[in-house]
């Protein structure tokens, strides 16, 4: 399990232990804005030795605050996407080496959001506004993040189907869920802590779409997908943009190099 807040995480992982005794969980600690947290989890999880089946790109923020991250980059695509993207980079040797080793499919599922066809603009990504995020607006700014996971799983799948890799990569919306995504957002948060707890989904309910494309017999050899509801979905004509999925790999390649 990699977390943020460490203590939460060790609770989570008691509270898991406790319902399934013979679960083995390791906490580490990550930090998805930063490329050197990334690096040093990366590197933590090699050291543990363990086999990677599945990897699931899960984590996500949506601040009220046009910031950087400490690299210097728009806060919601450094977390959103380029920390999945680097830590995706990091264990892929693993995966490959594990579904070689095990004959086993290796799937990695990146979690979007509806709200990549929703709020974007027009050119899908704004390149120009990653290290400088004056004028862009915040919601626009986590719609972008979102469609940058769909395009990195496209681009992903196309480079596996081409190396012969046997893993897939998919994108997933969970459905609007009660979590603290919405912390910053003291209005919305405010709505979502009292109507949102009639109309939104539970975190169980919000888990049921990811861990089908994860872990279930039916989605074996798909990739490239969207998918909502346990189905495969259609995504915005921007998220199946194939020229924009490579054009967003190398950005984000030079990105994670420099």
């Known amino acids: 399990m990699p977390v943020g807040n460490v203590a939460a995480g060790l609770a989570v992982k008691e509270s898991i232990v406790a319902k399934i005794p013979v ?8 930090d998805l804005s930063s490329m050197a947290s990334v690096r040093r989890f990366a590197s933590e999880f090699e050291s543990l030795n363990l086999p990677l089946n599945i990897l699931i790109n899960n984590a996500g923020v949506l601040t009220r605050n046009r910031t950087c991250s400490c ?6 695509f450094a977390t959103n996407h380029i920390g999945h993207f680097l830590l995706t980079n990091l264990l892929l040797e693993n995966m490959k080496s594990t579904c070689r080793d095990s004959g086993t499919e290796g799937r990695i599922v990146n979690v979007t959001s509806v709200g990549h066809a929703m709020m974007t603009y027009p050119e899908g990504i704004c390149f120009d506004k990653i290290h400088d995020p004056s004028g862009l607006n915040d919601f626009i700014a986590y719609c972008q993040s979102k ?11 196309r480079i596996f189907k081409e190396e012969g890799v046997n893993i897939s990569a998919n994108a997933v919306h969970p459905g609007v869920i009660m979590t603290n995504i919405f912390r910053d957002r003291t209005i919305v948060g405010a709505f979502f802590n009292t109507i949102g707890r009639i109309i ?8 049921a779409t990811t861990c089908y494309v994860a872990m279930h017999p039916q ?4 990739s490239g997908k969207y998918f909502a509801d346990c ?3 259609s995504p915005s004509l921007q998220a199946s943009d194939a020229e924009l999925a490579k054009k967003l790999w190398q950005f984000s390649l030079q990105t994670v190099s420099s």
């Open 23 to 30: 679960a083995r969980i390791d906490v580490l600690e990550l």
């Open 71 to 76: 690299d210097g980059l728009e806060l919601h």
């Open 147 to 157: 469609l940058a996971n769909i395009l990195h799983s496209n681009e992903l799948s």
């Open 200 to 207: 939104c989904r539970r975190v169980e309910q919000g888990a």
């Open 219 to 222: 989605v074996k050899g798909i």
């Open 231 to 233: 189905n495969i979905s």
